[in-house]
Each structure stands twice: as C-alpha cells, then as structure tokens.
C-alpha cells in the first residue's frame, strides 16, 4: 500500500468519525454558546457576541485532506467577541472555567505576525468541556471526549478577518500586490481603532470620576484603581494565577470593590504612580499570602461576615492581596473592612513570616496556619487567640 492509499484510507476514517459524531457536536453547540455566555454575564462584562459553530463536512474533509495524520481539533468552535481589546485576558480567564483546556494549543495570531505587519489578530485555544466523558482515541468502542476550539478577538477584528477570508477564498486567482497593501493598511487602522476605543473608554472612566476626586470624596481614587486592575498587564497576569492557584471560579463578588479600595488606602498607595510601584515591590509576598491564607470553600473577601457565600476570584484579587500583605506588614490598619480584626491580625503574622521567609512554601505555611487559624464565620474578638508560626 503507497502513501496515497494510506492517506486515503486516514481521511475515510475521519470522515466516518464525523459523520458518527456531527449528531452529538450539533446538540454540545447550543450548550455551550449559551454556557459561555451566562459565564461572561455573571462575570459583568458587555460584550459583541458569543457563537458556536459546527464545521461542515465539505470543510472538515478539506481540512483532514491538508494533513491526513494530523487530528482534527475544531469540529466544533466558539467565538467569543468583544467590544474592547482590553477586556479579552480577563474575558479568556471566564470561558475557560468551562474547559480543561489544552494550555499547549493557546496561540495568540497577533504574535505570529512580523513586528512590522498588520492582519489576522486573534487569541485561540483547545480545550475538553468540562465534565464531559470519554477518552482520547482507542477503538470504536471507546467515545471520544469532545473538544471545542475557542476563538476570541474584538469586533473589529473579527469584520476584517471575515470580510478578508471572503476576498481571499472567493477569488480564482491571486489577488494583485495591490489588493494586498489595502488589506495590511485596512487592518493597521483597525488596530489602531482597537486601541483607540480602549484608550476612549479609559478617558471617559477618568472624567467621570475627576469631579468628586477634586472634592476630596474618593471618586477618584475608585477611578485609578479601577484603571490598574482592568489595563495593568502584570495585575491581569496575577489575578490568572492567583484564581489557577486556589483552584476557584471566577467571577463578579458583590464587595470586592470596598475591601479593595480599604487595602490599597492603608497600604499608602493613595495615587496611580504609588500603586504601580507598590504593586511591583509585593506582588509577589501578595501572591504567597493569597495561597497561605485564602479560604477556597468560603468567600474569600468576607469568610467570617458571610460564610455561605462560596469562594470566588474576582478582577483585582491579586490587586487586593498584594495591597493587604503591604498593609499588615506596614503595621497600618485597615479600616472600612468588614474582615474582623481578630482575622486580619492573623494575616498580619502570616505575612510577616512569609516576608522574612521567602524560600518557605506557601502551601507548607497554609497546612500550618489552617490548623491554628480561628474558625471560619468567627466575628467576636474573643474568638480569636494570638497565633505564632515559629
């Protein structure tokens, strides 16, 4: 049998693979568009649009006939769009709480390009959903876990890219140089659209809250930190695995705002400039402290005040954590927090043996702690006695 006869019969098998399973990726399509989307609503965002799709059979076998040994991943595929390019790493970190995404598949287009090149620019990945059955290859006896391929970009980017695919595909022959230079000039000025409507948002944001800031009422104050935890990348970067660390979803936390604002304020870092600079200094004490102390079956802003609501990460919790280990370690207390003293006292010597021990284990100091921590939903002062970690 030559190569051809091999490749031939690949491609019969997938195509067979296909047509057993197009009836089971059709019925996960509607599930999962709409479980992406009640995800990126309770997370708060406003954003363009989320659709599924499930690739055609003329398309699949076009795909299979390009590289007959190499799997098929994107039967079935979602896009997510969004209205700003800003909000695309924190709404990534919302949808893949649905998938165990294959972290070897994520690719960002954009970095593909040449640094002087403009065009297709999109953040894409694979992953398994959630909960799902089945295991990878094997006999036909066995089902195959479904995949979906992940999509997300802007609106801009996802009209250039469509209307670019049609041209391209839909011409007979290669289009002139010409054409080319007007698709790269196109896409250069979506880019900068992108950019411009981050920036445009940023200024409104800053405009609405400058008014009561020159008044002394800390509008804007909410309003720079605001601004750090939605376009700081490092504080985006450290939100993802502070949430990956505790193992917890993501999500919207009635209250975070408030806590934060509480630590950032006795933390001392009053303007823009300071929390960059604070941020830098303990961030990483910040992230040591989340893993030590964080409660990963209770709230984990307000375990005490309201014990039954469960662990959730939210835009800012490694903002938040950074803030507080800057602010028990400077001694200064935390006022306008509903944590109970008694809870923050405990945070305090924490922080202060992670500080003058940077080699020890976080997860070491958070087994040692838990057995001597006062329980959670503790509100009294009396129920908290003085700890010592050695």
Known sequence: MDAREDDEQLVAAELARYDRELRRYRRLRSRIEADFAR????????????????KSRESFERKVRRAPDREVRDILGVRVIAHFEGDLPAMEQVVREALIVDDDSWVDKSELLPIDAFGYRSVQFVGQIAGSSGRRGGGDAEVDAPLVEVQLRTALSDTWSELEHDFRYKSARQLPREVDRLFALSAALLEQADENLDRIRRQVEEE???????????????????????????????????TAALDVPFGVVTGAGRELRSVVRAAGWLRYEALVDGFAEYSEL???????CASTSNDLLLADAEPQRPARAFRGIGTYWTALAAALLGGEPIRESRVPDGRLAEYRVVA??????????????????GSIAAPVGTLDDAGFRPIDLG
């Open 352 to 369: 202060a043996y992670l500080y003058a021990n940077p080699d020890a284990s976080a997860l070491g100091v958070r087994s040692r702690y």
């Open 39 to 54: 995800r990126l609503d309770a997370a708060g965002f406003r954003y363009f649009q989320v659709t599924a799709r499930v």
């Open 286 to 292: 910040g992230r040591r402290l989340a893993i030590a």
């Open 208 to 242: 609405r809250t400058a008014g009561p800031a020159a008044r002394g009422d800390g509008g804007g104050e909410r309003g720079y930190i605001g601004r750090f935890i939605q376009y700081d990348g490092d504080s985006r970067s450290l939100d993802q695995v502070v």
